[in-house]
């Protein structure tokens, strides 16, 4: 089991590990900084180095359970110490994109009463669906000028743990359409966000809401009866 340290602390950019398992195609390590695929986040890149080698890092994923880093080229026996190292300035601009989407679908649940129904993330840029029956431009004005009100607040952004049963018991901690959290997670992570919001999550976040910056609203479409999506940018 690859202790995950983005779990705990975003900000970490690098660290010593051990390799434990060589795949084809992947390094598994015995701790990582990269944060793999999942729930609309997409994996961190970057480079895992050793004495007399490195490889890129491609992706980061999870199969079967393991954390695997996906990369080509020649790879390290188990049992090699290397350094592993994320892209900083991607992993960065993911997390300000994540803060950005929990204060979005907290203000459209507090202020229209509709839950998210899906979302995907890239550096910069989102998409994120909800239960609404209608959606126009106006709308994302509207939804636009409340989220940067609400990020400018500079809301601090805390991570905690919670026992499976009381996190479940509260149900403003899983605003989704359905939970996507599977059966055997225990403790449950929660994003904490001021005032605004809080949330079973397990992608990484900035400190605090005004580290993300302007947040534009570019782009509202029907998805269908029921399905409305709103796409965001994130100001460089």
């Known amino acids: 089991m690859t202790e995950e340290l ?28 990269f944060y793999p695929r999942g729930g609309g986040q997409p994996g961190d890149t970057g480079v895992i180095s050793w004495e007399g080698g490195a490889v890129a890092i491609t992706d980061t994923i999870k199969g079967d359970g393991t954390l695997l880093h996906v990369c080509e080229g020649d790879l390290p026996p188990p049992g ?69 009100a609400a990020l400018s607040e500079d809301h601090r952004v805390r991570v905690q743990f919670l026992p499976r049963a009381e996190a479940l018991a509260d149900p403003d901690l899983i605003r989704t359409k359905v939970s996507l959290i599977p059966e055997f997670v225990d403790p449950i992570r929660v994003i904490d966000i001021g005032s605004v919001d809080r949330q079973a999550d ?35």
Not at 25 to 32: E, P, S, W
């Open 6 to 33: 983005a779990a705990r602390d975003a900000y970490l950019r690098e660290v010593d590990a051990v390799v434990v398992e060589v795949r084809p195609g992947a390094l598994v390590l015995d701790r990582t900084v």
């Open 80 to 148: 090699t110490a290397v350094r592993a190292v994320i892209d900083w300035e991607r992993r960065h601009l993911l997390m300000r994109t994540h803060t950005a989407l929990h204060v979005l679908s907290a203000l459209v649940w507090r202020d229209f009463g509709a839950k998210v129904t899906g979302g995907n993330m890239e550096p910069g840029s989102a998409r994120m669906d909800f239960e609404l029956e209608n959606i126009s431009v106006e709308f994302g004005r509207q939804v636009e000028e409340r989220l940067n």
């Open 202 to 236: 397990g992608g990484t976040h900035v400190a605090a809401t005004g580290e993300v910056g302007r947040v534009r609203v570019v782009g509202t479409e029907s998805k269908g009866k029921g399905n409305k999506r709103m796409r965001i940018e994130l100001d460089p």
